[in-house]
């Protein structure tokens, strides 16, 4: 038996009811076979690109959500949900935009926490209904220069060079100069860890 629709399917019936893969597998089992020409699709899912599945990014630069077109859908929107330090949350919605007519989404730096599990969501919709594909990524810790995961000496070593000859590397303020400012912040992160 092959499903019709996607697994997190729901569409719309021509009377307004909401008809999902699960109720056509029921169907299906009682002996019934629905006509897929009758029921309204939503979107088809948007893959998501940007950031990839895992990906370690800088809660001090801007961050970009790109997802491919999906077929039959409208707008997207799309979300971040933190989950905590160790990822285990409880999820706590910290960005979200609708009504959104292109395949990608800028969030201002200084928007997400450092050091922080997260899970990010793209729903493609209609007056169909949605559909939601979701990924998850972590932001580095500040002090975290060479982003292996880990706050230690090889991060002082790093931004020591990276300082010496104002690489942008060590700007870990963000203001666009290597300075004492950053210098001091990337002191005060390596005291603390992540």
């Known amino acids: 038996m092959r499903p019709y629709f996607d697994p997190g399917f729901a569409g719309t ?35 998501q690109i940007m950031p990839p599945i895992g990906a370690i990014v800088s809660a001090a630069s801007d961050l970009t959500l790109q997802w491919t077109a999906a077929d039959r859908a409208t707008s997207y929107s799309v979300g971040i949900d933190d989950f905590g330090p160790d990822g285990n949350g409880p999820a706590e919605t910290v960005f979200f935009a609708e009504q959104l007519f292109s395949t990608s989404f800028i969030v201002p ?3 997400l926490a450092p050091g922080r599990q997260f ?23 500040r002090a975290d220069i060479n982003a292996d995961g880990q706050v230690d000496v090889f991060d002082y ?9 104002e690489d942008p590397a ?4 963000a203001d666009g100069q290597v300075d004492v400012f950053d210098y001091l912040d990337f002191a005060a992160a390596y005291s603390t860890g992540c």
Do not use: H, K
């Open 170 to 173: 060590a700007d870990v303020n």
């Open 157 to 165: 070593l790093d931004f020591a060079a990276a300082y010496s000859i």
């Open 119 to 141: 899970v990010w969501y793209v729903n493609s919709e209609s007056a169909r209904g949605l559909n939601r594909t979701q990924s998850t990524f972590q932001t580095r810790c």
């Open 109 to 111: 730096a200084n928007t």
């Open 13 to 47: 019936m021509p009377n307004g009811s909401v008809f999902s893969e699960a109720d056509r597998l029921a169907f299906d089992i009682m002996g019934y076979d629905i006509d897929t020409d009758t029921v309204f699709l939503p979107p088809a899912p948007a893959p």
